[in-house]
C-alpha cells in the first residue's frame, strides 16, 4: 500500500530506505551508452541534502521496537549515521554488503576518486528492543547480485530483511516499485 509518510498513523517495526543522497560534483553522474560518456544524477531523479533528509520525520512512523535498513555509499557514511540520530535509531551494523555483477557475473565497478567502487552498503540502527523480534539467526550479510539500473537494490535484501524479521509492519521510503507485504513511498511508486 502506497502511504503518505505526513499523515499515516501506522507505526512500522521495519522501515527500509534508500535515501536519494545529494552527491559532489564529480560523483553526480550516471553512465551512459555502455560507459562512454555521463548523465548529471540530478537528470535521473531528484536528489536531496541530509538535512532535508533529517527533517522527514521518519521517527514517528517507527513503532517504539523498530529497526531502520539504510543504503549508504560509502562517501555518505557520516550523512547516514546522522540520519540514524535524527530519526530515532542507534546504529549496530552493517545489515548488507552488495558485491554487485554484471549479467556475465563479472564484477561490476564504478569510477570514483581512490578504488573502483563496486559494493554497497545497507547499514542497520535499531530502537527499544527489536532483538525480540529476531526470527533467524543464518541471514547472510553478502549479497552478490546483479546491477542493474542506477539507485536500484536487489530483490534480495528486502527476501533477507523479511526472513531476519517475519511479518511485521515493513515501510519501504523512496520506494520505485510496489512490494508484496510492504508499505511504499516514494515518488516512482
Not at 534508500?18 to 555502455?34: I, L, M, V, Y
Not at 557475473?105 to 535499531?126: D, F
Not at 536487489?154 to 519501504?172: C, H, K, T
Request: glycine fraction near 6%.
Amino acid at each position: 500500500m502506497r502511504v503518505d509518510i505526513g499523515t499515516t498513523t501506522q507505526k512500522y517495526r521495519v522501515i527500509y530506505a534508500d535515501p536519494p543522497w545529494k552527491f559532489s560534483s564529480k560523483e553526480a553522474f550516471e553512465p551512459r551508452n555502455g560507459g562512454s560518456g555521463f548523465t548529471p544524477l540530478e537528470a535521473v531523479y531528484p536528489t536531496m541534502t541530509t538535512a532535508d533528509l533529517k527533517a522527514l520525520d521518519v521517527g514517528r512512523l517507527a513503532n517504539k521496537d523498530a529497526a531502520l535498513f539504510l543504503w549508504a555509499t560509502d562517501a555518505h557514511l557520516p550523512d547516514a549515521l546522522e540520519l540514524f540520530k535524527a530519526w530515532g535509531f542507534r546504529y549496530v551494523t552493517v545489515a548488507f554488503v552488495w558485491a554487485k555483477k554484471t549479467v556475465t557475473g563479472k564484477s561490476a565497478a564504478n569510477l570514483a576518486p581512490w578504488t573502483l567502487k563496486n559494493c554497497e552498503l545497507c547499514l542497520m540502527g535499531t530502537r527499544g528492543r527489536m532483538v525480540q523480534y529476531k526470527q533467524k539467526n543464518n541471514v547472510q550479510q553478502l549479497v552478490e547480485a546483479v546491477r542493474t539500473r542506477h539507485s536500484e537494490k536487489p530483490e534480495e535484501v528486502r527476501q533477507r530483511i523479511e526472513a531476519l524479521f517475519g511479518d511485521v509492519p515493513r515501510l519501504e521510503l523512496f520506494a520505485r516499485r510496489h512490494s508484496p507485504g510492504w508499505d511504499v513511498w516514494g515518488n516512482e511508486v
